[in-house]
Each structure stands twice: as structure tokens, then as C-alpha cells.
């Protein structure tokens, strides 16, 4: 296959750890990155989709059970981002990355997406940043259970409360503003290093966890969740595929609910997925019972049961060939022209300000 070809010159028999976002550069006959950026300034609708290339790479790459095995655990280590703050968060416990911020208290980590003026939602300007928090607590020595949150939100319907996440950017989706790596390097990186870590991951759901938001909670440990908060999956409203979502959700729902979530748009309940409710304002008091009683077991038994379910529910070959469909058809997905049409039908895009 050329992409294993390829992908063994690039990365020199397999000895040289290279990104997908880097990958993708380097590999011949693929846009450069003066292309990119040319369509970069597009709107979604004007782009030519000259990034679907990129796609269908990544998606032979991982095909390949050598390659594909080789670009996921490259994918799984620590980002120059994170690498560049390891000794200040060792020394201070705390480190601000903008977009994220994370903190140590005692042995429990916090890893808090801020993107207060859009809600909390996703796109490219918090994918490094929360990834890198992510990164920054589970090379912490100190830190035994992690906790995914929101941070709180400035919207004037909403100030002053958490929202865990409003899923993409859907106005900066629209206007381009979205690269498609954004979609494959945060599932093979940020949300797999979660699923696949060894430390335990608490989820502290307010509000909304919608989109992106939702497909997080597929993958930790212990979910608490805030009554009343929604929980969707809207990605047929926009025309893409949620994540793993169509990989992880039928475990937690069983396979018709999942379709009727990811096909149909239903609603899911906090019942569906939440291991506990939590009342409105006794979310900071819930997570520090559930992680002392998670840390009770010690970190060994904790990763070590961890490993024994990922054995039967995700083996890291499951994950590998699924990534590769995903990241060849949400590339069709991303560039086609329904997803513009229902971006201007479901979310009035093109009525939205910045």
C-alpha cells in the first residue's frame, strides 16, 4: 500500500513519532500548508475540499494495523504544549493555557475547558489547550483521579454558570474557520488519551454537554451529572459524524437508542448516562466525595481494572479501524454541501454574528 510506504519513510522505519497534524505536511502529493491556508480564509461553502486528501491518508495510514498501531500511540503522548508547562504545573500545581486550565487539588486534577463567550463550545482555538491539560494531569505524579469540566460561562442567558460543553463552534463552522484536522486529531489524541489513560476520569456535567461535550462522557469513569442538563448528539443536524460517539454510545444505551440519538436526533436523559445526579449547586462537593472514594482503591487497581475493560469493550484494533472509516467519511461529510444546508436550516447560520 502507498501509505504504509509512506508512512514508513516519513517516520524512518517506524522510529520517528510524527502527529497526524505533521504527517499530513510532510506526505507527498497531499495540500501544503500554504493551501490549507489559502482555503482557511474561505467560507465552508467556498471551499474547494482539497483537505479531503488529508482524510483518505490518515484513513490508509490506519488501516494498516502496523502504521495505524504506531500513529495511535504517537498520538497518546504528551503535545509540545504540554511538555513546554510540565515543570510549572509540578511546582505550582496550576497552570492557565487560555482556552483550558488546570489545577491540582491534593491528589485530584482538573482539566477545565473556557471558551466563556461561545459557551464552552470546541473548535480550533481549544483543541491544544485542552488536550495539553489533559496531558499536563496524567504525567502528573501527584495527581491521582482527573476531573473533566466547564468552566464558567460569560452568554448573558447563562452568566455566571458551568456549561461542560456546547459542541462545535457551529457560526465558525460555517464560516470556515474550522480546520477538518480539527475533527481527527481531537479523537485520536485529546478524547483517546482520556478513554485510554490508566487514571481515573470523573465527568462534571452542567448545563449542557452537547456535541463534542457528550462524546466525553463516553469515555471516563465516573459520570456526575447536574439535574437538568442536556445532553445531545446533534451531529445529523450539521451533517457529520459525532466522534466515537457511534462506536461508544450503544454500550451505555444499546444499539437502537444509539440511533435514534445519532440518526434521529432524540434527546438523551442524564438518567441514560449519569452515574450520579447532581443538584444544582452541590456539583463542587459531589466530585470531591466521588474522587476520594475512587482514590480509595489506589491508582494500581484502578488502571488495572481500567485495562481489564478496555479488553473487552474497546481493544485498541477496534478503535484503530473505526478511526480510519471516520476520518474518510467525515471528510466527505465535512466538505459536502448538505452540511452547509443544514447548518442554514438547523442552526440560521448564516443570520449569526460573529
Known amino acids: 500500500m502507498e501509505a504504509r510506504r509512506i508512512y514508513y519513510e516519513l517516520t524512518d522505519g517506524l522510529e520517528r513519532r510524527l502527529r497526524a497534524e505533521e504527517l ?4 507527498p502529493g ?5 493551501e490549507i491556508a489559502g482555503e482557511a480564509a474561505k467560507p465552508q461553502s467556498d471551499k474547494a475540499g482539497i483537505e479531503i486528501a488529508q482524510g483518505a491518508f490518515l484513513a490508509d495510514v490506519l488501516a494498516d494495523p502496523e502504521c495505524g498501531r504506531h500513529l495511535l500511540d504517537t498520538m497518546l503522548a504528551p503535545t509540545p504544549l504540554a511538555l513546554s508547562h510540565r515543570e510549572a504545573f509540578a511546582r505550582d500545581g496550576r497552570v492557565d493555557l487560555g482556552r483550558a486550565f488546570v489545577e491540582r487539588r491534593g491528589n ?28 499536563l494531569l496524567l504525567g502528573d505524579e501527584a495527581t491521582e483521579v482527573c476531573v473533566l469540566r466547564g468552566g464558567v460561562v ?14 462545535l463552534n457551529l457560526t465558525h463552522l460555517y464560516r470556515g474557520q474550522i480546520s477538518y484536522l480539527f475533527f ?14 490508566d487514571k481515573l476520569w470523573i465527568a462534571a456535567a452542567e448545563t449542557f454537554a452537547i456535541g463534542g461535550g457528550c462524546q466525553l462522557l463516553l469515555t471516563v469513569d465516573h459520570i456526575l451529572c447536574e439535574r ?9 443536524n450539521e451533517g457529520i459524524i459525532p466522534g466515537a460517539a457511534n462506536l461508544r454510545l450503544p454500550r451505555f444505551v444499546g444499539d437502537r437508542r444509539a440511533r435514534q440519538a445519532i440518526l434521529s436526533g432524540a434527546e438523551l436523559q442524564p438518567e441514560e448516562l449519569a452515574d450520579e445526579l447532581v443538584e444544582v449547586g452541590e456539583m463542587d462537593a459531589a466530585i470531591t466525595a466521588r474522587a476520594a472514594a475512587l482514590a480509595t482503591a489506589g491508582a494500581v487497581s484502578g488502571g488495572a481494572n481500567k485495562r481489564a475493560f478496555r479488553v473487552g469493550q474497546e481493544p485498541l484494533d477496534v478503535f484503530r479501524e473505526y478511526m480510519s472509516v471516520y476520518c474518510r ?12 444546508r443544514n447548518l442554514e436550516e438547523n442552526w440560521r447560520a448564516h443570520e449569526r454574528g460573529a
Open 108 to 135: 485530584v486534577g482538573v482539566a477545565e475547558l473556557r471558551n466563556p463567550r461561545h459557551l464552552n463550545a470546541e473548535d480550533d482555538t481549544t483543541l491544544a489547550p485542552l488536550e495539553a491539560a489533559v496531558d
Open 329 to 340: 467519511e467525515q471528510a466527505a461529510c465535512y466538505f459536502s454541501p448538505a452540511l452547509i
Open 184 to 197: 481527527p486529531v481531537r479523537d485520536l489524541g485529546l478524547v483517546h488519551k482520556v478513554f485510554r489513560a
Open 24 to 27: 499530513v505536511y510532510l506526505a
Open 154 to 167: 460569560e452568554h448573558p442567558r447563562y452568566a455566571g454558570r458551568r456549561i461542560f460543553g456546547a459542541g
Open 228 to 236: 437538568g442538563t442536556r445532553l445531545t448528539l446533534p451531529a445529523r
Open 30 to 34: 497531499l495540500p501544503t500548508r500554504a
